[in-house]
Nanobody, 118 residues
Framework: QVQLVESGGGLVQPGGSLKLSCVSS?????????MGWYRQAPGKEREFVAE????????YYDDSVKGRFTISRDSAKNTVFLQMNNLKPEDTGVYYC??????????WGRGTQVTVSS
């Protein structure tokens, strides 16, 4: 059973930075195709943030975070990162890591809270 464990969330002032990590373990069937992040603010639907194609390293971002967030991966450690700079109050939410396999449904982590407030 695949497990995704996020870390790195916390409280930060506007303009500050945080780096999220997500470690994947337990994959037996299929290959890891993409990993990425969604977020969910209070009272809102979960929304896409960023994704990285595991083999190529190609990255995709929501327009709201382009130029401020950077997604990367460490293939040897089965880990995906989200470097978040120039954080804004509207970035506040629970950030969920996901993994898309070559077969089967997407797997999700439990989330890590990011709060941007002065």
């Amino acid at each position: 059973q695949v497990q995704l464990v996020e870390s790195g969330g916390g409280l930060v002032q506007p303009g500050g930075s945080l780096k999220l990590s997500c470690v994947s373990s337990g994959r037996i069937f299929g290959n890891r195709m993409e990993m990425g992040w969604y977020r969910q603010a209070p009272g809102k639907e979960r929304e896409f943030v960023a994704e990285i194609v595991w083999n190529s390293g190609n990255a995709y971002y929501d327009d709201s975070v382009k130029g401020r967030f950077t997604i990367s991966r460490d293939s040897a450690k089965n880990t995906v990162f989200l470097q978040m700079n120039n954080l804004k109050p509207e970035d506040t939410g629970v950030y969920y890591c996901y993994e898309k396999p070559s077969m089967g449904p997407r797997d999700w982590g439990r989330g890590t809270q990011v709060t941007v407030s002065s």
